[in-house]
């Protein structure tokens, strides 16, 4: 780890001063920028085909199916590989399958292949990208706790969140508004060169050996993250409570049928309604910087979900694309709390040597619950219209809160402080 001399915990830009961290947050940032420019453009050009909310719902289903059901044996594989060469491994395979949604997708292809192979071929891209996803995860989160010191955890979570959220602004933008002017082409052609500079920030990182070698066999070491968890309450509990409160709250995959067929604002339109949420979202981040929520965490984690899922209702039942955008971005600012405060308990109280599975039992609960609510709101929507489907699940996401309420009450006056002493 480069040291930049004295800690100070109160300066806001005290994990910037390390340079592998800013490797790290290139890393992130350009991945992501990617990532959501291509999860824009696959939704609206599956939903452009088939003018099924279902078939929306079943993009999401293709990417958790493989990133649940391969996130524990990711987690043992990162905790016992050096991450550099791993995160190499993962990038090169994205950047593979993106490589095939580019040909697959091109005006060439359609002149040869009917649109009833091609919507497959994207479904089988983007379980690959899944399986690249249930590694992905667990190596960064073991990664960051490699390059930063402890004392910093929560400074270098709002930085990572912040980066993640600014990408989520403009690569939802840039893939709405380059498709919409330029085509698909193009679009991906820009995917793939992000997707290239994040692997390259990759190299600028020092290897990372692993901090745990197994001695027991691949069931007993899943099995031990498992156990950690689940002994966990407050851990378990903010995992619980953000697969739930996304499933029932994952209408942000609804966004192409609101701008095709709703507020009419076509892809134009549907780049900026990404774009809002995730507006909210950084600036609520970057202000995080120097208000710190972590006073009364759990408290505030409640609040953030709760006021996630009225954004939520509001944005169904919203007609007007301006007051939309409002609500959007109401509930990025929402969800950046509750992210933010999820981070930093899970990074303090998870010990080195269990990083990695720690983080694949959180992929489960809710590295996939994004995917996973998709298919829900396209189910829903095909069964009970888009508006209402929206609006149940904003109102299933305040129930969640409530519940959880009840139920952790003991929990709600912990500072950040008691919660690393108590181990709760």
């Given at each position: 780890?480069?040291?930049?001399?004295?800690?100070?915990?109160?300066?806001?830009?005290?994990?910037?001063?390390?340079?592998?961290?800013?490797?790290?947050?290139?890393?992130?940032?350009?991945?992501?920028?990617?990532?959501?420019?291509?999860?824009?453009?696959?939704?609206?050009?599956?939903?452009?085909?088939?003018?099924?909310?279902?078939?929306?719902?079943?993009?999401?289903?293709?990417?958790?199916?493989?990133?649940?059901?391969?996130?524990?044996?990711?987690?043992?594989?990162?905790?016992?590989?050096?991450?550099?060469?791993l995160l190499l491994k993962i990038f090169i395979g994205v950047f593979l399958c993106s490589v095939v949604m580019l040909i697959s997708t091109s005006s060439?292809?359609?002149?040869?292949?009917?649109?009833?192979?091609?919507?497959?071929?994207?479904?089988?891209?983007?379980?690959?990208?899944?399986?690249?996803?249930?590694?992905?995860?667990?190596?960064?989160?073991?990664?960051?706790?490699?390059?930063?010191?402890?004392?910093?955890?929560?400074?270098?979570?709002?930085?990572?969140?912040?980066?993640?959220?600014?990408?989520?602004?403009?690569g939802p933008a840039a893939g709405g508004l380059i498709y919409g002017f330029y085509g698909i082409t193009v679009t991906y052609s820009v995917i793939l060169?992000?997707?290239?500079?994040?692997?390259?920030?990759?190299?600028?990182?020092?290897?990372?050996?692993?901090?745990?070698?197994?001695?027991?066999?691949?069931?007993?070491?899943?099995?031990?993250?498992?156990?950690?968890?689940?002994?966990?309450?407050?851990?378990?509990?903010?995992?619980?409570?953000?697969?739930?409160?996304?499933?029932?709250?994952?209408?942000?995959?609804?966004?192409?049928?609101?701008?095709?067929?709703?507020?009419?604002?076509?892809?134009?339109?549907?780049?900026?309604?990404?774009?809002?949420?995730?507006?909210?979202?950084?600036?609520?981040?970057?202000?995080?910087?120097?208000?710190?929520?972590?006073?009364?965490?759990?408290?505030?984690?409640?609040?953030?979900?709760?006021?996630?899922?009225?954004?939520?209702?509001?944005?169904?039942?919203?007609?007007?694309?301006?007051?939309?955008?409002?609500?959007?971005?109401?509930?990025?600012?929402?969800?950046?709390?509750?992210?933010?405060?999820?981070?930093?308990?899970?990074?303090?109280?998870?010990?080195?040597?269990?990083?990695?599975?720690?983080?694949?039992?959180?992929?489960?609960?809710?590295?996939?619950?994004?995917?996973?609510?998709?298919?829900?709101?396209?189910?829903?929507?095909?069964?009970?219209?888009?508006?209402?489907?929206?609006?149940?699940?904003?109102?299933?996401?305040?129930?969640?809160?409530?519940?959880?309420?009840?139920?952790?009450?003991?929990?709600?006056?912990?500072?950040?402080?008691?919660?690393?002493?108590?181990?709760?």
């Amino acid at each position: 780890m480069d040291s930049p001399g004295i800690i100070d915990k109160q300066d806001p830009y005290a994990a910037l001063r390390y340079r592998e961290f800013r490797s790290y947050l290139g890393m992130r940032f350009f991945f992501t920028f990617a990532y959501q420019m291509q999860a824009v453009i696959i939704g609206f050009h599956i939903y452009h085909l088939t003018k099924d909310p279902l078939a929306l719902g079943l993009v999401g289903l293709c990417e958790a199916i493989p990133a649940i059901g391969i996130a524990l044996y990711g987690g043992y594989v990162a905790d016992k590989s050096e991450k550099r060469g791993l995160l190499l491994k993962i990038f090169i395979g994205v950047f593979l399958c993106s490589v095939v949604m580019l040909i697959s997708t091109s005006s060439q292809m359609h002149a040869y292949v009917p649109v009833s192979y091609i919507i497959p071929i994207m479904y089988v891209m983007v379980f690959g990208i899944g399986i690249a996803r249930g590694f992905f995860s667990p190596a960064t989160f073991s990664l960051m706790a490699q390059i930063i010191p402890k004392e910093l955890y929560p400074n270098s979570s709002t930085w990572n969140s912040s980066s993640y959220m600014a990408a989520s602004i403009l690569g939802p933008a840039a893939g709405g508004l380059i498709y919409g002017f330029y085509g698909i082409t193009v679009t991906y052609s820009v995917i793939l060169l992000f997707i290239f500079i994040s692997l390259v920030c990759i190299f600028f990182f020092k290897p990372h050996p692993p901090t745990y070698i197994p001695k027991e066999s691949i069931i007993k070491s899943l099995t031990e993250g498992v156990q950690f968890v689940f002994k966990s309450k407050m851990m378990l509990g903010a995992m619980s409570l953000d697969l739930f409160s996304v499933f029932f709250g994952g209408a942000v995959a609804l966004l192409p049928v609101f701008a095709n067929d709703i507020l009419k604002v076509g892809s134009e339109g549907l780049g900026f309604m990404r774009a809002a949420a995730s507006g909210g979202a950084v600036l609520t981040m970057l202000a995080m910087t120097r208000i710190s929520p972590m006073n009364k965490p759990w408290r505030n984690l409640l609040i953030a979900v709760a006021g996630f899922g009225t954004s939520i209702i509001c944005y169904g039942l919203s007609k007007n694309f301006y007051l939309t955008l409002v609500f959007l971005f109401l509930e990025g600012a929402f969800d950046s709390v509750s992210v933010l405060i999820r981070s930093t308990i899970m990074q303090l109280l998870t010990p080195d040597t269990m990083r990695g599975r720690v983080s694949a039992v959180n992929s489960m609960f809710i590295g996939s619950s994004n995917e996973i609510g998709a298919f829900e709101s396209g189910l829903t929507a095909k069964l009970m219209r888009t508006v209402p489907a929206v609006v149940f699940g904003g109102c299933m996401t305040i129930l969640v809160a409530g519940i959880t309420y009840t139920k952790t009450k003991s929990l709600l006056g912990l500072s950040l402080q008691e919660i690393n002493d108590k181990d709760v």
